[in-house]
T-cell receptor
């Protein structure tokens, strides 16, 4: 079936650097994408979303980029902080029924 | 504040015992979901409910059961038939289903960690 996948299971960055977390999706009919952050022992929290009629959306220190040509989604975190350490999931709504989640990328921030 | 509450936070189950995980939401969401998360892995769908008194099996429903008698509540029972129940269980809700997901997607609870002793 259709699935969402991630390129890197673990990403380690220096505090203050920018982080980029990538996600590949396979369903070209997907029209809505979300990034979630999950801290240890907690439920995922919404970070930012983007619809398929956009290619970029910015939030506070976060930017999501969508490249529909190659079916690629990325999350950019500016000036990464220790509090950003978590697992990040991408999810897609393929206009079917539910969100499909990627496997997750663990972001580790080194002080 | 509106939200979704899971209880208990930690739960211990003896071999052969059924246990029930609670999930309550006051967001007036129609759809609710249960996911299982194993260490270092993603989310796997157990059951979902689009509306009261209706629910559907997800990808790993064997050994689990649910009910949806009230809009606010979607309890999950882990039965003795589930041979490897130790995991982190997440409940989620959404305003609606399908196209209506395009409004912040899911809201998740804080999870229940179930351990077999």
């Amino acid at each position: 079936g259709e699935s969402v996948g991630l390129h890197l299971p673990t990403l380690s960055v220096q505090e203050g650097d920018n982080s980029i977390i990538n996600c590949a999706y396979s369903n070209s009919a997907s029209d809505y994408f979300i990034w979630y952050k999950q801290e240890s022992g907690k439920g995922p929290q919404f970070i930012i979303d983007i619809r398929s009629n956009m290619d970029k959306r910015q939030g506070q220190r976060v930017t999501v980029l969508l490249n529909k040509t190659v079916k690629h989604l990325s999350l950019q975190i500016a000036a990464t902080q220790p509090g950003d350490s978590a697992v990040y999931f991408c999810a897609e709504n393929n206009a079917g029924n539910m969100l499909t989640f990627g496997g997750g990328t663990r972001l580790m921030v080194k002080p | 504040d509106g939200g979704i509450t899971q209880s208990p936070k930690y739960l211990f189950r003896k071999e052969g015992q059924n246990v029930t995980l609670s999930c309550e939401q006051n967001l007036n969401h129609d759809a609710m979901y249960w996911y299982r998360q194993d260490p270092g892995q993603g989310l796997r769908l157990i059951y979902y409910s689009q509306i009261v008194n209706d629910f559907q099996k997800g990808d790993i429903a064997e050994g689990y059961s649910v009910s949806r008698e009230k809009k606010e509540s979607f309890p999950l029972t882990v039965t003795s038939a589930q041979k490897n129940p130790t995991a982190f269980y997440l409940c989620a809700s959404s305003i609606g289903f399908g196209a209506l997901l395009g409004n912040y997607g899911y809201t998740f609870g804080s999870g229940t960690r179930l351990t077999v002793v």
